[in-house]
T-cell receptor, first 113, second 117 residues
């Protein structure tokens, strides 16, 4: 079965720096991969989706890459701000035929001013 | 323009009681997913429903748990004879699968936090 690993549970960076979060999966390459943000006590909020035939996707200060050879996605936040502090979740389809998602445990980002 | 709504937001039950969690999807969405998040754990898929049909329940415990999404009204996740291990946050998400594409975003509700005493 598919497994997801997010590189670290916590990441602390200074305001203005670029945060880079890693998501690795172990099994088949998914048709797409998604990143979500979750704040304490709230539900996840969709950020970006990248498809298997896309190398890179951008949205404002966010950038996602998808390397099916390495079975890895990188999630970058440039010019980070304290308001970016949250837990970021990587998600994939839980099987090759479905749309339900499996999630990594998340990386908690703290941006200090 | 309401997003996904879940109620109650917090639910306290004693062991052996029943818990009913409700989810109203976003307007126009006919696909509902339920996930469970245990403390210090990631979100775990439980069940995927369309109106009046269970599409995928591979993540649902075989006993005590059931889900429905009737033609009218919200989706319900029902847990019978709750045990302390059922204490978790339960999230509902909805999506709209447009055309032949299955690559759609899921919109999450705020969750129901179940505490079993």
């Amino acid at each position: 079965s598919q497994k997801i690993e997010q590189n670290s549970e916590a990441l602390n960076i200074q305001e203005g720096k670029t945060a880079t979060l890693t998501c690795n999966y172990t099994n088949y390459s998914p048709a797409y991969l998604q990143w979500y943000r979750q704040d304490p006590g709230r539900g996840p909020v969709f950020l970006l989706l990248i498809r298997e035939n896309e190398k890179e996707k951008r949205k404002e200060r966010l950038k996602v890459t998808f390397d099916t050879t390495l079975k890895q996605s990188l999630f970058h936040i440039t010019a980070s701000q304290p308001a970016d502090s949250a837990t970021y979740l990587c998600a994939l389809p839980h099987n090759q035929a479905g749309t339900a998602l499996i999630f990594g445990k998340g990386t908690t980002l703290s941006v200090s001013s | 323009n309401a997003g996904v709504m879940q109620n109650p937001r917090h639910l306290v039950r004693r062991r052996g009681q029943e818990a009913r969690l409700r989810c109203s999807p976003m307007k126009g969405h006919s696909h509902v997913y339920w996930y469970r998040q245990l403390p210090e754990e990631g979100l775990k898929f439980m069940v995927y429903l369309q109106k009046e049909n269970i599409i995928d329940e591979s993540g649902m415990p075989k006993e005590r748990f059931s889900a429905e999404f009737p033609k009218e009204g919200p989706s319900i996740l029902r847990i019978q004879q709750v045990v302390r291990g059922d204490s978790a946050a339960y999230f509902c998400a909805s999506s709209s699968l447009q055309g032949a594409s299955k690559q759609e975003t899921q919109y999450f509700g705020p969750g129901t936090r179940l505490l079993v005493l």
